[in-house]
């Protein structure tokens, strides 16, 4: 199975970042396509009805719950026992250098048996697949932005699985994001933009 170079300069990322925190999603719709998967669907601040599973919807309510008037939830908010419907599918990243890198302080085993590996305690630049790129970038702009973001993508083409919706959510005990929780839930959904528009 061949896969075009997935390498990207840290520069180009910090770039793809910073227009997708404008909204301006072009370049990254062409770096996935050169990585052999269909433009993702992206969403800021996303609603309930946004949204397309009840897991997220209820993951989101947490966060808000737990954050109150803050931008983020604190550190100490993530209780397993209060995330226990989601908490396979959730993964907690520290933030490291201000984005420049992050680390899986936890990869839940709902996600593990997707991919057949747990991530945890690897940064991201170590870790293998096609799409590293596509979640650094997205990481990077939840940490400049300090908001939600909402991402639907399907991986490579010959991978054949399924749709991938990802909830990031910024967690801080600080003025910055310290932390990111993520819900990465699996989805046998035709991607946003496999969907036939009338």
């Known amino acids: 199975m061949q896969f075009e170079d997935t390498s990207f300069s840290t520069e180009v990322l910090w770039?793809?970042?910073?227009?997708?925190?404008?909204?301006?999603?072009?370049?990254?719709?062409?770096?996935?396509?050169?990585?052999?998967?269909?433009?993702?669907?992206l969403i800021w601040n996303p609603g309930p009805e946004n949204l397309p599973e009840d897991?997220?919807?209820?993951?989101?309510?947490?966060?808000?719950?737990?954050?109150?008037?803050?931008?983020?939830?604190?550190?100490?908010?993530?209780?397993?026992?209060?995330l226990r419907s989601i908490l396979g599918y959730l993964a907690v990243l520290d933030v490291l250098d201000g984005g420049e890198n992050f680390r899986y302080r936890l990869y839940g085993s709902a996600i593990m048996n997707e991919p057949g590996r747990d991530l945890t305690g690897l940064l991201l630049t170590d870790i293998w697949t096609p799409l590293r790129a596509f979640f650094m970038i997205t990481y990077r702009a939840v940490v400049q932005r300090k908001?939600?973001?909402?991402?639907?993508h399907k991986p490579h083409h010959s991978l054949k699985m399924q749709v991938w919706d990802r909830l990031i959510l910024p967690l801080s005990n600080t003025g910055d994001v310290d932390r990111l929780i993520v819900a990465i839930v699996p989805s046998n959904r035709k991607s946003s933009s496999e969907i036939d528009i009338p």
């Not at 909204?23 to 770096?31: F, I």
């Not at 966060?63 to 209060?82: H, I, K, T, Y």
């Open 15 to 41: 770039d793809r970042s910073k227009e997708i925190i404008q909204e301006d999603y072009h370049e990254l719709d062409l770096l996935l396509c050169k990585l052999g998967s269909p433009k993702p669907c």
């Open 147 to 152: 908001e939600p973001l909402y991402t639907q």
């Open 55 to 82: 897991q997220l919807a209820c993951f989101l309510e947490w966060w808000n719950q737990a954050r109150s008037n803050s931008f983020a939830a604190p550190l100490d908010a993530v209780d397993p026992m209060e």
